[in-house]
Structure formats: structure tokens, C-alpha cells
């Protein structure tokens, strides 16, 4: 099928959220998962173990994960499909493996030539293949994403390796959780052209996440963007000095804030919050509901259905599917006694 133009400027445009604006690769900061998207889009502890979350930050990657299966999707604008598929697996010796997939495809563009005569269609996507390995210490947990990805548009092509590294202190007795991580620490292996200068969406990410006792709410808290605190998507040259940011303003929009309300192990409601995206996505006119987000997750036996409906833009809303089952419980050979 073929889609308009605005398919392209989109790809052009589709790290407008949790990245950089001079870098390439910007999908590789997409959430990844309908519980990440649901607490904001930027989430890097958690006390829920969740086999997509390795993909945000590897030292989530827990072994209560072993055999865990997860596939999400999100429908975005202008036709744009974002999946994403999770696996882990647990070895008694070698410890806990994920391997993950990030698939963001543009579908069928057409092409025009500068005098606007069509010259047919040509593809575009984005793909990182990322595999993670995590090890228990303690109450420590570290973790490591090694990341090979390829973005291609028409005939043009770029190629990257990348590296997470994570570590979460895991409180003992408590719901209490804090983590460091270093994101998309890497190279550009190849690049779109012999003028091109593309560059990884490199950052330094805070976590915290805590269950107050005997309140059915779980907070989550996270630091984003550190390595340049003090950039924010401002351009004087088109905005005047009453819409540039503050002092608090442009502290919230390195801050991602996440709430889940726990009604029982089977079922949740997810809440988020990013200052950022609210700041970045909204019209002058009015800001809607941008960079507000709501979720639920339910469980039916062996499988866990997440749905997030979340708002990146005034103009509307786009809703994430995931779906994550345990193998182990799937799989599971009945007794005949």
C-alpha cells in the first residue's frame, strides 16, 4: 500500500521524543512494551519483573523471566508500525540471556522527483537486534545489552553497534529499587552517505521505583537525558522569550514519572507522566493531553495482556498492544497420576 509523504517527514522526525535531536538511531529509544509507554516511556527499575524490560535497561533481565515470551505493537502515525519481541531464558551455570528485537517499519513511500512527477515507491524501517546477559550479586543486579542496528531508507543504509550497561540495587526486604544506566554507548560501523555524520542517542539514565506498605500504589522516577541537562528543543530564532523554558520547566523535562495502581497480582492500572513530550508536542493554542499516558495489565493464566493508551501529540492518541506468556506454565506437561 502506498503511503503519503508525510510518511517520510515522519521518519525524519520519529525521535522527537526521548532523544537527542542531533542524533541518528532514535528508535532505539522508543519504549519498548505497553508498561514502559503506560509510566511514561522512559522506565529503568521496576520491582514487577517483566521480560520486556531488559530492552529499557539489562540489569532488569530477571531469571524470573526464564522462558518468557513477549511480543508488543504500536500503530503509529501515518501508518507507521513499531514491534518489538522479547525472549529470556535462564542457564543454571551461565546465568539469565534476553534476546530482543526493535522492528520500526515506514511501509511504501512514494517518490517524486523536484519537479513533483512520481518516480514510483521505495521502503523504509529501522531494526536493532539486541542481546542482554544479566548477574546477581547480592542486592545487586548488573546487566549488558550488545545491540547491532541497521536503518535504511530507498537506497541508503546505516549501521551501528551499541552498548547498555545497568546495575539496580534491589532492596531485600522492601519494594524499593534504584538504578544507573549508560545508554547507547557505542559507534556508527557504517553510515548513510560519505557526508553523512550520524552519531548514537548516548545517555545517562536515573531509576527509582518504591511500593509505600500497605498502599496499593508503585511509583516509578526516572532521570533521563543527563549526559546534556541543559538541552531542551528551544530555537530562539522561532519562539520568543516568554516561551522559553524556566528553571523548574527545564528540570521536569529530565524527569519521567510513572504510577501503577495495584488492585491485585492479576490486574493493574498504569498512569505516566513526561514534562518533556507534554512541553515539545503541544500547539501554542492548547496542549491537550500530550505526554500523558494510561495503561492496564491483566492476567489470565499463563498469559499477561498490557494495552497503553498514550498521547504524544494534541491531535490524538495512539494505542500499544502487548501480550507476554510464560512458556514454562504453557508448556507444562500434565500428570497422568
Excluded at 508500525?81 to 543454571?92: D, P
Excluded at 523548574?248 to 513526561?274: A, C, P, Q, W
Aim: hydrophobic share 40%; proline share 3%; net charge negative.
Amino acid at each position: 500500500m502506498k503511503k503519503p509523504a508525510l510518511a517520510f517527514l515522519l521518519w525524519m522526525q520519529v525521535g522527537f521524543l526521548f532523544a537527542q535531536i542531533e542524533d541518528s538511531f532514535q528508535f532505539l529509544d522508543l519504549p519498548v512494551g505497553a508498561r514502559v509507554a503506560g509510566l511514561g516511556g522512559v522506565i529503568t527499575t521496576s520491582t514487577d519483573a517483566d521480560v520486556n524490560l531488559f530492552l529499557s535497561n539489562p540489569a532488569l533481565l530477571d531469571s524470573a523471566n526464564d522462558n518468557h515470551v513477549s511480543w508488543s505493537y504500536l500503530g503509529f502515525y501515518a501508518d507507521v508500525k513499531y514491534n518489538t519481541f522479547a525472549y529470556a531464558k535462564t542457564f543454571e551455570k551461565a546465568g539469565t540471556f534476553g534476546i530482543g528485537v526493535q522492528h520500526l517499519g515506514y511501509g511504501t513511500i512514494d517518490s517524486y522527483d523536484i519537479s513533483g512527477n512520481t518516480m514510483g515507491t521505495f521502503d523504509a524501517n529501522e531494526t536493532a537486534v539486541v542481546i542482554s546477559h544479566s548477574h546477581q550479586l547480592s542486592v545487586f543486579r548488573l546487566g549488558a545489552n550488545l545491540k547491532y542496528a541497521h536503518s535504511g531508507i530507498y537506497t541508503f543504509n546505516s549501521s551501528a553497534l551499541a552498548l547498555d550497561i545497568g546495575g539496580v540495587f534491589i532492596h531485600p526486604d522492601k519494594e524499593l529499587m534504584f538504578s544507573i544506566l549508560f545508554k547507547n554507548l557505542g559507534f556508527v560501523v557504517s553510515d548513510y552517505s560519505e557526508t553523512s555524520d550520524s552519531s548514537l542517542p548516548s545517555d545517562l539514565q536515573l531509576g527509582l521505583t518504591f511500593k509505600p506498605e500497605h498502599m496499593p500504589f508503585r511509583f516509578s522516577f526516572t532521570g533521563y537525558h543527563l549526559f546534556n541537562p541543559n538541552e531542551n528543543y528551544y530555537d530562539e530564532s522561532i519562539n520568543d522569550d516568554e516561551g522559553k523554558p524556566g528553571v523548574v520547566d527545564r528540570v521536569f523535562r529530565h524527569i519521567n514519572i510513572g504510577t501503577e495502581i495495584l488492585f491485585s497480582r492479576n490486574f493493574n492500572i498504569r498512569l505516566g507522566y513526561n514534562h518533556r513530550v507534554r512541553k515539545e508536542m503541544k500547539l501554542s493554542e492548547k496542549a491537550g493531553l500530550s505526554g500523558i499516558s494510561l495503561g492496564l495489565m491483566a492476567r489470565i493464566k499463563a498469559f499477561e495482556l498490557s494495552y497503553t493508551f498514550t498521547n504524544y501529540h494534541v491531535d490524538s492518541g495512539r494505542s500499544y498492544f502487548t501480550i507476554t506468556s510464560n512458556l514454562n506454565r504453557v508448556f507444562k506437561k500434565k500428570s497422568i497420576i
